[in-house]
T-cell receptor, first 115, second 115 residues
Framework: DAKTTQPTSMDCAEGRAANLPCNHSTISGNEYVYWYRQIHSQGPQYIIHGLKNNETNEMASLIITEDRKSSTLILPHATLRDTAVYYC????????????????WGLGTSLAVNP | EAQVTQNPRYLITVTGKKLTVTCSQN?????MSWYRQDPGLGLRQIYYSMNVEVTDKGDVPEGYKVSRKEKRNFPLILESPSPNQTSLYFC??????????????FGPGTRLTVL
């Protein structure tokens, strides 16, 4: 199964861009990269996902390298409310059930946005 | 408002006393799942359900039961809780019919303590 590697923690100044890296060197060609975040033990919240191309939505941008072995989540103007644990997840097919798309959760990156 | 609800949010119980944590979603999602989250271990899948009357074990199913009699509800049952089931539990739902987007919507969490 594809796994991800993220730094344990990062800091960012309020108003600056937060760039969160993720390595997924064993990713397969048809597996997507998902990003979620979890604010202080609340339920995780979906941010963005991508396959090959860079993606942008109202929350963030996702930059995926050409070889797809790593990606970066960008929060363009971080606020204090963006302080959270950010999870980079590769979507895999569960071998026990053909249609199940299980998400494998690591420990994420704890992002602290400082005033 | 589209949401996943869980009840109770907090529960303290004693070893062996059967309990049920309810989960309900109003988005007509086929897929539902239960996770537990423990420090240092991340989110681990307990059970999932692809649709009504279709359930399967996740990574840590021991000591848990689920049922899916209705599309909107996916209760988690602990027949004889033990202290090692003390954890933060999340229910999630998704609509896997969209081939590329497997965004999961999470409930607010249930913090369970078994004494």
């Amino acid at each position: 199964d594809a796994k991800t590697t993220q730094p344990t923690s990062m800091d960012c100044a309020e108003g600056r861009a937060a760039n969160l890296p993720c390595n997924h060197s064993t990713i397969s060609g048809n597996e997507y990269v998902y990003w979620y975040r979890q604010i202080h033990s609340q339920g995780p919240q979906y941010i963005i996902h991508g396959l090959k191309n860079n993606e942008t939505n109202e929350m963030a941008s996702l930059i995926i390298t050409e070889d797809r072995k790593s990606s970066t989540l960008i929060l363009p103007h971080a606020t204090l409310r963006d302080t959270a644990v950010y999870y980079c997840i590769v979507r895999v097919r569960d071998s026990r059930a053909g249609n199940n798309r299980k998400l494998i959760w690591g420990l994420g990156t704890s992002l602290a946005v400082n005033p | 408002e589209a949401q996943v609800t869980q009840n109770p949010r907090y529960l303290i119980t004693v070893t062996g006393k059967k309990l049920t944590v309810t989960c309900s979603q109003n988005m007509n999602h086929e897929y539902m799942s239960w996770y537990r989250q423990d420090p240092g271990l991340g989110l681990r899948q307990i059970y999932y359900s692809m649709n009504v009357e279709v359930t399967d074990k996740g990574d840590v199913p021991e000591g848990y039961k689920v049922s899916r009699k209705e599309k909107r509800n996916f209760p988690l049952i602990l027949e004889s809780p033990s202290p090692n089931q003390t954890s933060l539990y999340f229910c999630a739902s998704s609509s896997p019919s969209r081939t590329s987007a497997f965004e999961q919507f999470f409930g607010p969490g249930t913090r369970l303590t078994v004494l």
